[in-house]
């Protein structure tokens, strides 16, 4: 199936401060989302991004499809933005398992005051 | 309001001992999946449903099995947990497009369930 690898494993950023998260995948993206997690555990779709960039508030991402990567951007980071960043790809869609969604490791996030 | 429900939210249990996490959604989604949260792993899925009566294995199925035979309802069951499965466990829905596949929606999450087995 495919692979996903997300970077950087971990963030520190300052309340303020932009960063940029990336997911690079080992087959073609079609179906990738983008997630967070809060630091209580509750998991939140923040993109569906298969292709081109979405904004939403201080967030948005890029989808490269060609290049096999996306990109997530926090700029202004607020202490609401900590916890973890997941990508995730429905691998399988040329095949019969086509339900089958494949997480990165993820990108711990937190925003100090 | 819709969502997911999982249950129980937090389980300890002993080795063995068969439990069941159940899972409802309230939007008429025909996709339905399992998945476990470890340190380090992210999330894995362990089953995934296209619609009822059609359920089929993720990435890590052993020691699990699941049903559905209700649109709402995908229970997912360890018949004897192990030490191994001790895990945060996310039930998640969503629609499926018409191409024919769920990448394209939305998926909505439950809370999670945070299992112990002893």
């Known amino acids: 199936g495919i692979q996903v690898e997300q970077s950087p494993p971990d963030l520190i950023l300052q309340e303020g401060a932009n960063s940029t998260l990336r997911c690079n995948f080992s087959?073609?993206?079609?179906?990738l989302q983008w997630f967070h997690q809060n630091p209580w555990g509750q998991l939140i779709n923040l993109f569906y991004?298969?292709?081109g960039t979405k904004q939403n508030g201080r967030l948005s991402a890029t989808t490269v499809a060609t290049e096999r990567y996306s990109l997530l951007y926090i700029s202004s980071s607020q202490t609401t933005d900590s916890g973890v960043y997941f990508c995730a790809e429905f691998s399988g869609v040329t095949t019969d398992s086509w339900g089958k969604l494949q997480f990165g490791a993820g990108t711990q996030v937190v925003v100090t005051p | 309001e819709a969502q997911v429900t999982q249950n129980p939210r937090y389980l300890i249990t002993v080795t063995g001992k068969k439990l069941t996490v159940t899972c409802s959604q309230n939007?008429?989604?025909?996709?339905m999946s399992w998945y476990r949260q470890d340190p380090g792993l992210g999330l894995r899925q362990i089953y995934y449903s296209m619609n009822v009566e059609v359920t089929d294995k993720g990435d890590v199925p052993e020691g699990y099995k699941v049903s559905r035979k209700e649109k709402r309802n995908f229970p997912l069951i360890l018949e004897s947990p192990s030490p191994n499965q001790t895990s945060l466990y996310f039930c998640a829905s969503s629609l499926i497009q018409g191409q024919g596949f769920p990448g394209a929606n939305v998926l909505t999450f439950g809370a999670g369930s945070r299992l112990t087995v002893l």
């Open positions: 087959d073609s993206v079609n179906n």
């Open positions: 939007m008429n989604h025909e996709y």
């Open positions: 991004i298969p292709s």
